[in-house]
């Protein structure tokens, strides 16, 4: 069946520092991938989308590219900020599956 | 900023007591959605629904009910809590018929204790 599998956590960054989480999926047919951010207390929002292959999502300095060649969405930043620090969490769509579905969910803490 | 929205915030209740945890949105969003976020932060779905009068079990087995009377409105119900149920509850809604959109809008839970 369709699953999204992401790196655990937790991340610890410095500011300033780049930011990769890997994202990869398997699923059938054609379908959309996310991220989502959940900040403490919080819940969860779009942070960004692609709908198909070699399409880049961005948002806040964040950008993923979906991948099909290797079936990732991996979500970068250039340069995190303390306010970064959130939960952060890839997911699909349109698969085989009438609902989304989430990753398990990767932690980031940015430190001054 | 997402029009959804969840009551109580924060709940703290006894073994054998009945809540009810509200979710209403103002979209005009035919699904709606519930979700258990455990401690470890994974998302487990627990019911959703299609709209008015629909509803459906996700993937993780649970204790609540829900019901969609009307189109905004999609509360759970947990007859008789117990401290396993101790867990923070999403909901979320989405568009019908966008097909491969999949953007669900979120509340900002309801963290519910039972002692």
Redo the contacts between chains.
Sequence with gaps: GDSVTQMEGPVTLSEEAFLTINCTYTATGYPSLFWYVQYPGEGLQLLLKATKADDKGSNKGFEATYRKETTSFHLEKGSVQVSDSAVYFCALSGGSYDKVIFGPGTSLSVIP | E?DIY?TPRYLVIGTGKKITLECSQTMGHDKM?WYQQDP????H?IH?SYGVNSTEK?DLSSESTVSRIRTEHFPLTLESARPSHTSQY?C?S?EQGM??????F????SRLTVL
């Design positions: 997402a969840q959605y470890g932060m994974e998302l779905l959703y996700g999403l979320a989405s097909i491969n959109t999949g953007e669900l979120f509340g900002e839970g």
